[in-house]
């Protein structure tokens, strides 16, 4: 049996900082990509072309959706983490965390995710605008 790797708080709580900037990142670039999208149904209203815009939109709610549940989930593992350090303030140099490993796949598969919706929409731009 391997034993969970161990962290310390500072390590934890720093990577929790980068998932942060990189989701509201995210967030930002979606903001974007849906006015664009916009932009391509007003160019063109063949029925094709409405379809893709159809998927997209629907592709861009869902990444909204799942974005917004893997920033709650990390938002909550963060807050324990800091409710943690409040309460023990003079052992929190000293102890050992387990690595938040789930957390870290759930970021890293909202990533590869986000990332292949990234290219298939960029692919369809390069198309339609």
Wanted: hydrophobic share 35%; aromatic share 14%; proline share 0%.
């Amino acid at each position: 049996m391997e034993k969970t790797k161990k962290k310390y708080l500072s390590d934890l709580h720093f990577e929790y900082k980068l998932w942060d900037m990189e989701t509201r990142f995210y967030e930002d670039e979606l903001k974007l990509y849906q006015q664009w999208l916009e932009e391509v149904a007003g160019k063109n209203t063949h029925m094709d072309v409405q379809k893709e815009v159809e998927h997209f939109q629907n592709q861009f709610l869902i990444q909204r959706q799942q974005l917004s549940t893997v920033r709650h989930q990390a938002k909550a593992h963060e807050q324990w983490l800091t409710n943690y350090a409040k309460t023990h303030q003079t052992a929190i140099d000293h102890v050992h965390f387990a690595d938040h490993a789930t957390m870290r796949d759930h970021v890293d598969t909202y990533r590869k995710l986000y990332l292949e919706l990234k290219n298939e929409f960029k692919r369809f731009l390069e198309e339609k605008l």
